[in-house]
């Protein structure tokens, strides 16, 4: 890493490095109790939440690296996607009180197994350049959009409101409709 990078530049290289990984999770907690579908709705919630507000932020890395224009164009696209996704679990939230976005009960192995591989990830983001740095950046987020996609599917079949599972059935096509684009460009640079 460059030496002369100022204090503010290498927070935002070391806070886009965490966004990237998309695994990093607080400190788990035990369930609130309830209807076990409403539960696993409000923990599927909170981790497909914690995931899209990190991948909102992904685009962010393209001022500390570049990236060649096509795989600017998908992460931008990725961090829109993920903005618009955030925001709508945020507006369910405001009109339901049921539905909690802080529900991330992981068990503490999960938890500390997610926080050795954000910190590797970030290591690898920051000191990788050129092809090798894309490759790894596009890897990170086809784990992240396959995660999301499968979230929200879990979050929609646990959604009692029809309309909230529809749209978070939409949510899992977008994702998953993300996750085939970051499939084939990967093909596209490994071939």
Avoid at 30 to 56: F, I, M, W
Wanted: charge should be positive.
């Amino acid at each position: 890493m460059n030496a002369k990078l100022s204090l503010p530049l290498l927070t935002v290289v070391l806070s886009a490095a965490c966004v990237l990984s998309g695994c990093q999770s607080p400190k788990a907690r035990a369930p609130s109790g309830g209807v076990a579908a409403q539960s696993t709705r409000n923990n599927c919630y909170s981790l497909l939440h914690q995931l899209l507000n990190d991948e909102k932020n992904v685009s962010l890395l393209r001022f500390i690296k570049r990236e060649r224009e096509d795989v600017k164009t998908l992460v931008k696209k990725i961090a829109a996607n993920s903005a618009t996704g955030a925001r709508l679990l945020e507006e369910f939230a405001r009109h339901d009180p049921a539905i909690t976005l802080d529900d991330i009960r992981l068990p503490p192995g999960e938890a500390a197994t997610r926080e050795a591989i954000a910190s590797t990830k970030q290591k690898e983001l920051l000191s990788q350049t050129g092809g090798t740095f894309e490759l790894t950046l596009l890897l990170t987020q086809a784990e992240a959009l396959s995660y999301a996609s499968h979230l929200a599917k879990v979050a929609s079949k646990n959604e009692l409101q029809p309309d909230r599972a529809r749209a978070l059935a939409g949510v899992s096509e977008d994702m998953s409709a993300l996750y085939l684009e970051v499939f084939v460009m990967l093909r596209s640079k490994t071939n």
